[in-house]
């Protein structure tokens, strides 16, 4: 996008070919926001930059005397830029040496990372340009909704299109084939459809036997479930099975691709596998012209994953409890390597443990709003309202920010530079368009502050190129390998896919074509089992639930819901419900209902959709409240927790 005097305009590129959608039209609205925060503010009144920075620094200090290290904690996100996701996670192994930081990304893609790093041994979203799907004959679209979430992107699916949505979505609308299952059964409808590509002839043997493992063990499962099987855990017809079967394997070029909707569930790392497998099956990933993907969500959402805001992380997507990783961080850190903290807790399980008797005392949070976009979210507020040191950096005053002993005003996308490394492995870069308002700072600003006032007056330069030279040579030799790029080359206009581990190196468009990433350059089948949601209904709680997002509103809302052109197209947290069940329920059509579950409730206003599966109702989460209902349950291998899928019931709203 690029800035003029008329708003913002599109700029030719070729993943959004020109084309914005309406959260990008409205963008500069936000950027001259009435509630735009200038001014650093401590328990609500306006301070000065120093004043603010000493009173937090006062209070890490204070804390870490009294409870040790990990008594301070840290909340990134995937908003961020590269250059502050790295800084961030180097921040609070260096400077807090705290193991406790986390981000919202855990939220967000977790689940298909683990499962590509099981599946491939590496988790970039699409190993391949999004160009290359202008080319597909068909799309299996699984659990994503991009006509709503990513407009742009639409333009590339013109092929056939088979999409597995409990709902009837935009993005249904335009599918060849929709399949609505059960929720939380997708892992089943996999297995379910690999059965009959094995079954009924369509099988790429001669894939299977040079570029994979496991085949065997996965089949010792999928041999169980034959279609009609499927068909009673997922609703899908049995025949609609083989088709979708039939209608991959058929096609020259296939693809399939997930989102959230497979894989924000607590088995979610298994679902996504049970699709990877698929894709190995018909012989598509590694193949130019067709391949398995995962699309990313927020602005940084795959580079925010690779630099080192993660619990288990370091940059270049090292593993944290990895000797050899470790000791090369540290040498560009210029720390002792035993300095360096372990693994910490995951998002949920950091939030969940605020405040208690051996959790965190005072957190940090960088990009996110998590009193909105946590699960379980009136827990998560209660444990933020027991710290002793709250600290929110942000440009809007957030829900989170709200609740802030502490609150930091900095710069927005227009008015900083930096990269984000896009759903495809590129890297982009992002020149200074606006000038930021008097009094606001950059994150790389604050972090240099509070470094410096802690005693670390070194290694935390404000300016972006600095830190992204840094953050190249942090991450050689690791799996996102970046070391080869420079803000000179993106500058100049390089179109740069990571790996690229050297200055000359081209970069990689395509991964795979030769060999996957693991020692033997072979793909893994992973043998998965379905299980279902962690929480079915029941007489008190009758209904599935799930949530996710609409065009006009951008994650917690926190910044759309200050624009008001997105504000009047979707005012209020809905309910979306098929006509009968909400007939059952006593509501009607734009009347206010009470969506509640075990861990609480929310107001809602009814819209009744005809095409909902009668056994759901989906609300959108970018609403404060929401979250009240979902469920924490965890994933065990990614701990991303289950928002697509918990018990509920509906009920007349009661004014008391
Ligand atoms: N307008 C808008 N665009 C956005 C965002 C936003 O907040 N607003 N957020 C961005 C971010 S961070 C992300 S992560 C992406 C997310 O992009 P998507 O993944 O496309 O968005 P969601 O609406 O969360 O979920 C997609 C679909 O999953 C379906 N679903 C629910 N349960 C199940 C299930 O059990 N199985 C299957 N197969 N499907 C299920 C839902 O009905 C929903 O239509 O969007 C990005 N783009
Ligand atoms: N029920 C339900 N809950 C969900 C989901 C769902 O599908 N259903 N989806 C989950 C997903 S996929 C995601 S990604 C999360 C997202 O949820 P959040 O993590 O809450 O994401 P945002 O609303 O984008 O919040 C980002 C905050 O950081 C600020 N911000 C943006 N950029 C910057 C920056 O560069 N620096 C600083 N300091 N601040 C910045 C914004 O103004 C905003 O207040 O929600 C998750 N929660
Ligand atoms: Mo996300």
């Not at 192994?93 to 977790?110: A, E, H, K, P």
């Not at 099981?118 to 004959?137: E, H, I, K, N, S």
């Not at 639409?154 to 709902?167: K, Y």
């Not at 098929?578 to 509640?596: I, K, N, Y």
Request: proline share 7%; aromatic share 8%.
């Amino acid at each position: 996008m690029v800035l003029s005097e008329n708003g913002v305009q599109p700029r030719e590129f070729p993943t959004n070919r020109g084309g914005l959608c309406q959260k990008g039209w409205t963008s500069d609205q936000l950027l001259t926001t009435p509630s735009r925060l200038t001014s650093p503010l401590l328990h609500g009144k306006p301070v000065t930059w120093g004043t603010a920075l000493d009173f937090v620094v006062d209070r890490i200090e204070r804390i870490q005397r009294n409870y040790g290290r990990d008594g301070v904690a840290v909340f990134g996100g995937g908003g961020l830029t590269n250059e502050k996701a790295y800084a961030l996670g180097k921040f609070a192994r260096v400077v807090l040496r705290t193991s406790q930081i986390d981000y919202n990304g855990r939220f967000c893609m977790s689940s298909a990372a683990a499962a590509g790093n099981r599946a491939f041994g590496v988790d970039r979203g699409l190993p391949f340009p999004v160009m290359d799907l202008d080319d597909a004959d068909m799309v299996l679209l699984v659990g994503a909704n991009p006509a709503e979430t990513m407009p742009p992107f639409m333009q590339h699916l013109r092929s056939g299109l088979i999409v597995v949505d409990p709902r009837r979505t935009a993005t249904a609308e335009q599918a060849t084939l929709h399949l609505q299952p059960a929720l939380g059964t997708d892992l089943a409808l996999a297995l379910g459809i690999l059965h009959a590509v094995v079954a009924d002839g369509h099988l790429d043997q001669d894939y299977v036997k040079a570029r994979t493992t496991g085949f065997d063990e996965m089949w010792r499962i999928v041999a169980a479930w034959w279609p009609e099987r499927a068909e009673r855990v997922t609703g899908i017809a049995a025949t609609d099975q083989r088709a979708v079967a039939r209608m991959l394997a058929n096609a020259r070029n296939a693809y399939v691709l997930t989102a959230r909707g497979t894989e924000q569930h607590a088995n979610g790392t298994n679902a996504v596998n049970a699709w990877i497998n698929l894709a190995l099956a018909l012989g598509l990933p590694g193949r130019k012209g067709s391949g398995f993907g995962c699309l990313t969500g927020q602005g940084n959402g795959q580079g925010g994953r690779e630099h080192g805001q993660k619990a288990d992380q370091l940059p270049g997507y090292r593993k944290i409890d990895d000797p050899d990783a470790r000791a090369y961080v540290a040498g560009v850190w210029g720390v002792d390597p035993q300095s360096i903290p372990g693994p910490g807790r995951s998002a949920y399980e950091l939030l969940d443990s605020l405040g208690q008797p051996h959790g965190p005392r005072g957190l940090l949070v960088f990009g996110s709003n998590p009193v909105v976009s946590a699960p379980r979210a009136a827990h998560v507020t209660d444990r933020l309202k027991a710290l002793d040191l709250l600290v929110v950096a942000d440009f809007v005053p957030s829900e989170t920010a709200q609740l802030a002993d502490v609150v930091l005003p900095v710069t927005q996308w227009a008015e900083e530079e930096g990269t984000l490394t896009n759903l495809e492995g590129r890297v982009l870069h992002r020149r200074l368009a606006l000038r930021p308002p008097p009094g606001v700072w950059t994150d790389l600003e604050v972090l240099h502050g509070l470094a410096d006032r802690l005693g670390v007056d070194k290694g935390f330069p404000v300016s972006a190129e600095e830190v992204f030279d840094e953050l190249a040579l942090a991450s050689a030799g690791g799996i996102a390998d970046y070391s080869g790029v420079s803000y000179s080359r993106l500058r100049a206009g390089e179109a740069l896919y990571w790996p690229v581990p050297e200055a000359g190196h081209p970069g990689t468009p395509r991964m795979f074509l030769d060999s996957f990433a693991f020692p033997d350059g072979r793909a893994r089948f992973v043998a998965v089992e379905h299980t279902g949601p962690a929480e079915r209904p029941d007489a008190e709680f009758p209904l599935w639930a799930t949530t996710g997002r609409v065009l006009a509103h951008y994650q917690s809302g926190a910044q759309t819901r200050l624009v008001p052109d997105l504000l009047d197209a979707t005012p209020e947290s809905f309910v979306e419900v098929h006509p009968d069940t909400a007939g059952r329920a006593g509501v009607a059509d734009g009347e206010l209902a009470t969506v509640s579950s075990r861990r609480g409730a929310v107001r809602a206003r009814v819209k009744c959709v005809s095409s909902l599966r009668p056994d759901v109702v989906f609300l959108p989460f970018h609403f404060p409240g929401v979250n009240k209902v979902t469920n924490p349950a965890l994933d065990p291998t990614s701990r991303m927790p289950e928002f697509k899928v918990c018990a509920v019931r509906l009920d007349p709203w009661e004014d008391s």
